[in-house]
């Protein structure tokens, strides 16, 4: 069964940090560039966080300098690490490849209290 599976996410207050893990299945991370998106309730999915197969990272403006992305082939799983979090961080987070699968997982809700 070919699935990519989120979880870490939450709730946390503002400033506070969280670790968010994406896991596929029947899915070769290690021939993909892998991305995170977001998308927040009334709002489009937006990326948020992009890695290549080689390890060169990309990050959205609203998150640069707050969020790592980082990859671990050999447990075919992505990270995304999240500091000084905001309640505008709040959204379901998904991991998907570049260009996407053509399916997404189940996500991870994140929320910040203010």
């Known amino acids: 069964q070919v699935q990519l599976v989120e979880s870490g996410g939450g709730l946390v207050q503002a400033g506070g940090s969280l670790r968010l893990s994406c896991v596929g299945a029947g899915v070769r991370f290690n021939i993909e560039d892998m991305a995170w998106y977001r998308q927040a309730p009334g709002k489009q999915r937006e990326r948020v966080a992009s890695i290549t197969i080689g390890g060169i990272t990309n990050y959205a403006d609203s998150v640069k300098g707050r969020f790592t992305i980082s990859r671990d082939n050999a447990k075919n799983t992505v990270f995304l690490q999240m500091s000084r979090l905001q309640p505008e961080d709040a959204a379901v987070y998904y991991c998907?490849?570049?260009?996407?699968?053509?399916?997404w997982g189940q996500g991870t809700q994140v929320t910040v209290s203010s």
């Open positions: 998907n490849a570049i260009p996407s699968l053509g399916f």
